[in-house]
C-alpha cells in the first residue's frame, strides 16, 4: 500500500483560503453577489434546476442521503473545471466517492466557481482506500499477535460496522452514520465491542496517514451496561455440587462442580489437565 498523506487529502487551510477569495471577489461585485456565494458556500451547492429536478447533496455520498447524524465531510472522486450554463442557472458536475457521476445547480456563475474552487481541495487522488480492503491489511497485521479465535472475533466487529460499504474509501468513510446504524440492534456489551475494535482500525490508518483526526471521539455507546450474571445463592450452589458429584463419573458432571467451586469459565475448565492440580490438592494451575 502506498498510502497518501492526510496534508495532502484535506488541505483545510487551502479551503478556507480559497473559500474567503471567493466571498472577497463576490464583495466587490456588491452586496447581492456576495450573498450569493455566502449562501452556496453554506450549503455546499445545493440546489434545484430549471426543470424541477433536484440535484444530489454531496454529503449523501458518504453519510446516506436522509441520513438525521452530523453530516460527514463530502469528499470527491472529480469536479468539473468549470461551471456550465444550465438555461438560466449554471451547474457544477462531480463524481462522488462512490463514482456515481452528479451536479449542483446554481443561481450565479461566480457560487458555482466557488463551489468548484473549495471543492477540488477535497478531491481524491486516485479515489483513496477502499475500507474493506484497509479491513483485510490490517487483521493480517494483527495476526502474529492474536489467537485465531481474537482474529475471527475482530474481523466479524469491523465486518458489522463497515457493512455494506466495503468499497467507500477509509478518507471519507461516515463513521457517524455507520454507528448511528448500528446501535439499534446491538446489545451494549456489542456496541462496547465494536467500538473497540473500530478505535483500533481508526488508528492504524491514523498511522499510516489516511485518516486525519479521529473520526470516532464524538461516537458514545448507547444503553447502559449490564452489571453481570445472576449467581447461585449459597445454599443453591450446595443443591447444585451435591447434584454433580452423584454423577461423579461423568467429566462434564464434574466441570460443573469445579466451576461452582473455582470461578473458572467453561473452556478453562475443560482445559484443565491432571498436573495443573498441584500442592497435594491445594493449587489449580490455570494456564489459559
Keep these: 500500500m502506498d498510502p497518501l498523506r492526510a496534508d495532502d487529502q484535506h488541505p483545510v487551510g487551502d479551503a478556507l483560503a480559497t473559500a474567503l477569495a471567493a466571498v472577497a471577489a463576490a464583495a466587490a461585485k456588491g452586496p447581492e453577489a456576495l450573498a450569493v456565494v455566502i449562501k452556496a458556500l453554506a450549503s455546499g451547492g445545493q440546489a434545484g434546476d430549471a426543470q424541477g429536478a433536484t440535484s444530489l ?9 436522509d441520513s438525521s447524524t452530523p453530516k460527514e465531510e463530502p469528499m470527491y472522486r472529480w469536479v468539473s473545471q468549470q461551471p456550465y450554463r444550465h438555461h438560466r442557472k449554471w451547474r457544477v458536475w462531480f463524481l462522488g ?3 456515481q457521476k452528479c451536479h449542483n445547480t446554481f443561481e450565479t456563475e461566480d457560487a458555482a466557481s466557488a463551489f468548484i474552487q473549495v471543492a477540488k481541495t477535497k478531491v481524491l487522488v486516485g479515489g483513496g482506500h477502499p475500507v474493506g480492503e484497509l479491513v483485510t491489511e490490517y487483521l493480517n497485521s494483527r495476526r502474529p499477535a492474536l489467537r485465531p479465535s481474537s482474529i475471527k472475533t475482530l474481523e466479524f466487529r469491523l465486518r458489522t460496522i463497515t457493512k455494506g460499504r466495503a468499497t467507500v474509501p477509509v478518507e471519507a468513510f461516515p463513521w457517524r452514520s455507520a454507528w448511528s446504524e448500528l446501535v439499534e440492534g446491538q446489545s451494549v456489551d456489542s456496541q462496547h465491542g ?6 483500533g482500525f481508526v488508528s492504524y490508518c491514523m498511522k499510516a496517514g489516511l485518516v486525519r483526526r479521529d473520526p470516532l471521539a464524538d461516537v458514545e455507546v448507547q444503553g447502559r451496561k449490564k452489571r453481570g450474571k ?5 445454599d443453591e450452589a450446595k443443591r447444585f455440587v451435591d447434584e454433580a ?16 467451586y473455582t470461578g473458572l469459565r467453561p473452556g478453562e475448565i475443560m482445559g484443565l489437565q491432571v498436573r495443573d492440580l498441584d500442592a497435594d490438592g491445594t493449587v489449580l494451575w490455570v494456564e489459559k
Design 245 to 260: 458429584l452423584k454423577h461423579a463419573d461423568d467429566p462434564i458432571a464434574l466441570a460443573c462442580a469445579a466451576m461452582v
Design 230 to 234: 445472576k449467581q447461585l445463592h449459597i
Design 97 to 99: 466517492i462512490d463514482g
Design 194 to 199: 465494536i467500538l473497540a475494535a473500530a478505535d
Design 57 to 65: 447533496p454531496d454529503i449523501s455520498i458518504a453519510a446516506g442521503k
